[in-house]
């Protein structure tokens, strides 16, 4: 990344807001993300995007539905996932939804792959955890022809075989852009790299710059397979505030409930101020005055090669103030000082 600017999105997992102490309803954190991708428009941003998960306070289990109603009320921001569970999706029905959704917002829509770090959806759509990887290999493989247009033939283990099927309504030419999604295997950056595809790195606990070794992997890989160079981003999880101090009280207020959870489900660390300090210091969370997390992002861009960065700025509770304020700092404050950084990063190189 050098001279011009990174792309600047937000992420949301659809977690479900409060205002006031009360809870939001799960219906109303659905109007809120659509009030919200507004505001984001409104600041500049450059992509909002939604994930897929299937918890309780989460409310984005069918994306594209709300992609659909967000591209209804802006003109300009792109609209896509983070991430879309391939490994449980049935190709053919990502197609006719994001196709439809591309033409429905005037070529605006984008997607990140990925075979889930919750694993929720496998049980509830009938597949089994063991075939985790078979699967999001083979519906890959499938999802990729079918973006390419024409008719398509194909057969696997996963869903019917198509026979000369082509698609409709048709993408545009060359497809939507598809990014995989990665946690830190060797093994998904390479499968990225074979495709040809950009690398979104979620980077949620630790040092970020540990996955250097990563993004060297992954160029390496794209020259080998005969790939042209990508797009690499950074999804990482963070809020904005007019201080540092404003800013780290009220994240720890919200995030550590949500670790202390996770920790309990997947064996993480417990979240204890100690660590904490760690995380906004050198970890990977982005939290603080707009000088401090754009001073962050850019310390990224430089050391992973990114050319996009997705904050994620949602967590369960979370006040709709807070959220608010955190999409209006990042798009009139964070963003020209990131533009300042990396242009004299560009100028001293």
């Known amino acids: 990344m050098t001279g011009h600017r990174i792309e ?38 450059d992509i909002f995007s939604v994930g897929e998960h299937y918890r309780t306070n989460q409310v984005d289990s069918a994306t594209a539905v709300l992609l659909a109603a967000m591209s209804g009320v802006t003109s300009r921001i792109r609209l896509g996932t983070a991430v879309t569970v ?3 999706n049935d190709p053919v029905r990502l197609f006719h939804e994001f196709s439809t959704l591309d033409a429905a917002s005037n070529g605006r829509a984008e997607l990140v792959l990925g075979r889930a770090s919750a694993t929720e959806s496998f049980p509830l ?7 985790y990887e078979a699967l999001f290999d083979e519906k890959l493989d499938l999802f990729m022809q079918l973006q390419k247009g024409g008719p398509v033939t194909w057969s696997g283990s996963t869903r019917p075989a198509l026979t000369g099927q082509t698609l ?4 545009r030419e060359g497809g939507i852009p598809t990014w995989i999604g990665v946690g830190g295997t060797s093994d998904s950056v390479i499968r990225a790299a074979r495709h040809g595809l950009p690398l979104m790195m979620a980077i949620i606990g630790g040092t970020p710059q ?11 890989a794209l020259a080998q397979f005969g790939h042209a160079p990508q797009p690499i981003g950074q999804h990482s999880l963070g809020l904005v505030a007019p ?9 720890w207020e919200w995030w550590q409930p ?17 660590r904490f300090a760690r995380e906004l210091d050198s970890g990977a969370l982005f939290v603080g005055s707009p000088e401090t997390v754009a001073t962050k992002i850019a310390t990224m861009a430089r050391d992973l090669h990114l050319s996009r960065f997705d904050l994620k700025y949602d967590l369960i509770g979370l006040p709709r103030d807070a959220r608010a304020q955190t999409i209006d700092l990042l798009g009139r404050e964070v963003a020209p000082l990131l533009d300042e950084l990396l242009t004299k990063d560009a100028l001293h190189a």
Not at 211 to 218: D, E, K, P
């Open 8 to 45: 600047l999105g937000l992420n949301s997992f659809g977690d479900v807001a409060s205002d006031g102490g009360q809870m939001f309803s799960d219906a109303e954190t659905v109007r809120l993300l659509i009030d919200e991708v507004q505001a984001a428009e409104r600041v500049g941003l």
């Open 86 to 88: 391939l490994s449980t």
């Open 125 to 131: 759509f009938g597949y089994d955890v063991a075939e």
């Open 168 to 171: 409709h309504p048709r993408m």
């Open 210 to 220: 540990r996955f250097s070794r990563n993004v060297q992997l992954y160029e390496r």
């Open 243 to 251: 201080t540092d101090e404003e800013a780290q009280d009220l994240w």
């Open 258 to 274: 949500v670790v202390k959870t996770i920790a309990r489900e997947r064996g993480f660390y417990a979240p204890t101020r100690e």
